[in-house]
């Protein structure tokens, strides 16, 4: 490991430790607040070191990025004392093993789609389905999968370069405010994934590349990586606006492939006599056999 990622690896420990602390108020910790003037937003850092059972000392070095070494038990610590949520707690664990320069991590999902894969993507004729890696590229999908995301698939943006990226239509592509009409949500649950995939696999160059990208491109999505959010996705409810059906609210599981490290099949599947069952339905009538895959 560089000079340069110790650095950017320490730091990201320090922004993602120092926001969560901010988030909390002493009272919202069970703590005595004594006065009215206090200059600090959130905990202090004494606060978390009296709530996580550590020496202020100890927990400044943490704060500062120096999380090699720390044992399970420490960062459990940590996480109760700063509440954080499961996927926060899973975040700063894979912070941790990114920081042990020693540590080898497998190598980025090749994008290649196993054929036993892709049949059974195109065997979900009735649910729209897709296959993403850690960079929500859109490697390959079903014919209703591609009709559903067909506003995505046909951006513009993708003319001339591909694969197909949802990070990369909703932050660059104006058409994106016609396909999310939660666009707030939508915007922020990519992002928070996104911040969540760089600490499980820091050294994907293209998904620091994408990061970098959208950074300089987008000042919306620069603010929302500032947040420091991360979040599991894997599974919820999307609303979707189609230009052929309209508006859809539909289930979906996200699913990972264990023999493909890094990707993941995503299958909406909306109630039975639904809104958007129906919606489906129709949208299925207009659309060939024919999977996409880059």
Known sequence: ???????????EVREFLSTRRARITPQQAGLPVFGGNRRVIGLRREEVAL????????????????????????????????????????????????????????PPATGRIRPVVLRMLDAMAG????????????????????ALYAPVCDSPLFAQRGPVNTARFLFLDPGSVDFWPEREKAANDLVAFLRTETGRSPRDK??????????????????????HDVRF????????????????????????LPADPGLRITVYSPEPGSPGRQALDLLASWVGSTALEH
């Open 51 to 106: 709530l996580a059972g550590m020496s202020i000392d100890y927990y400044i070095r943490l704060e500062r990025g120096n999380l090699g070494g720390a044992s399970d038990s420490v960062l459990d610590s940590l996480s109760h004392a700063l509440q954080l949520d499961d996927a926060e707690r899973a975040h700063l664990y894979d912070l941790a093993r990114a920081v042990t320069a020693s540590e080898r991590r497998p």
């Open 233 to 256: 996705h894997h599974s919820g409810v999307k609303r979707l606006r189609h230009p052929l059906v309209g508006d859809l609210t539909l289930s979906y599981e996200a699913l990972g």
């Open 127 to 146: 649910l729209p389905a897709y296959i993403c890696n850690g960079r929500l590229d859109i490697l390959a999908a079903n014919s209703l999968g591609q």
């Open 206 to 227: 293209g998904l620091t590349d994408l990061i970098g990208e959208l950074s300089a491109q987008s000042d919306e999505f620069a603010r929302r990586w500032a947040r």
């Open 1 to 11: 490991m560089t000079d340069s990622q110790r650095h950017e690896r320490a730091d």
